[in-house]
Structures are given as C-alpha cells and as structure tokens.
C-alpha cells in the first residue's frame, strides 16, 4: 500500500466505493464519475504508479486486468462492445497515480479518441 493512494485506500476499504469484483490480485469499483453506463475502474493490488512503472514480472497481472474487464463486460452484457482504456501518464489523462484499467461499455464509442 502507498501512503496518500486514493485507490490503495478504496482497496483497504478506508475510502467508501462500490466494489463490484475482488480477488488476491485485483479489485474493481464504479468510477464516480461515469462516462458511460457501464464504467468500472479495475486495478491490481500491487501500486503501480502507471503502466510506465510495470516490470516484465507483472506479465500476468496485467493480463489478468484485462480477462476480469473481459469478464465484467460478459457478466453485464456488453453485446455490442466495449472498450478498456489505460491512460498513463499526465499527456494521457491520468489522474489517479495507481495503476487502472477503464471498463466503458453501454454506449457506442467512436475512434480516436479524444
Ligand atoms: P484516470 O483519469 O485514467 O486516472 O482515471 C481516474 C478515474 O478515477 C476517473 O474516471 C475518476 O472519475 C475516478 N475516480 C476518482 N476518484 C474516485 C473515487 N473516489 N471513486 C471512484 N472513482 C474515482
Ligand atoms: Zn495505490
């Protein structure tokens, strides 16, 4: 756990979320601020201050991040698609300095984006 992580302390539970999946690796909650119906934030355990900070020893958890989005997408019927998104870094977007996956789904998404 980082000191002063936002996501580390919604892991620990010491910030209020709406976890909608958890495991020894990973957890995931509902962004608080939607950008589409579905919108879940996915995050390893283990902080990463961005994707930029991941080693090749975090081969599988990176990989596990994106088959639990796979999976949440199944769960919720996300038949028409959706999109997982990792913004790193500042340039990119990146807010919160605690490695996540974004599960957008529920709406369509054009190409680029913004
Ligand atoms: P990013 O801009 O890729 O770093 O994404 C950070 C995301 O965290 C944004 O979509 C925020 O809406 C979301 N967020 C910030 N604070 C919270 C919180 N307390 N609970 C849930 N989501 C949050
Ligand atoms: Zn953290």
Not at 4 to 15: D, M, T
Not at 17 to 25: C, F, G, L, N
Not at 27 to 56: G, M, V, W
Request: charged share 20%; proline share 7%.
């Amino acid at each position: 756990m980082s000191a002063n992580c936002l996501f580390c302390k919604i892991a620990a539970k010491q910030i209020p979320s709406k976890i909608v999946y958890e495991d020894p690796d990973l957890f995931a909650f509902e962004d608080i601020n939607p950008q589409a119906p579905t919108h879940i934030l996915i995050c390893p355990r283990k902080h990463f201050k961005s994707l930029a900070h991941a080693a090749p020893e975090d081969q599988a958890i990176l990989g596990k991040l994106q088959l639990v989005a796979a999976q949440l997408a199944r769960e919720r019927n996300l038949l028409d698609g959706y999109r997982t998104v990792l913004n790193s870094g500042e340039g990119a977007g990146q807010t919160v300095f605690h490695l996540h996956l974004h599960l957008l789904g529920g709406r369509h998404f054009r190409w680029p984006p913004g």
